[in-house]
């Protein structure tokens, strides 16, 4: 299984980024798939889960600025990024697994098995 991460980039404050993970090797039919984020000197953080079935979570900090969207035939999960904030800079990496997480199991990468290389998005002031 590979998780490929795009997207980042440098943005201004307000500005817009839509992120993509593409999964070889890993059906998104089923199971959970992420989006976590690591800012220095700070610890990761969730930001956004799917699960098949189990809809979506946010973060509070994005709740109605990101949305996380999958194109199961293309086999890619998004990450829709707006009205987006200098605290939002930060290395975005995607995560997977193929069980069907419960909303807090989303929070922590551990209960994903499949991580991809991270994404730099940074957002200027």
Request: hydrophobic letters at 30%; aromatic letters at 8%.
């Amino acid at each position: 299984v590979q998780l490929q991460a795009s997207g980042g980039g440098l943005v201004q404050t307000g500005g817009s980024l839509r992120l993509s993970c593409a999964a070889s090797g890993f059906t998104l039919d089923y199971g959970s798939i992420a989006w976590f984020r690591q800012a220095p000197g700070k610890e990761r953080e969730a930001v956004s889960c799917t699960r098949s079935g189990r809809g979506t979570v946010y973060a509070d900090a994005v709740k109605g600025r990101f949305t996380i969207s999958r194109d199961n035939a293309k086999s890619t999960v998004y990450l829709q990024m707006d009205s987006l904030k200098p605290e939002d800079t930060a290395v975005y990496y995607c995560a997977a697994t193929r069980r069907n997480l419960i909303s807090s199991s989303c929070h922590s990468m551990t209960n994903f098995d499949y991580r991809g290389q991270g994404t730099q998005v940074t957002v200027s002031s």
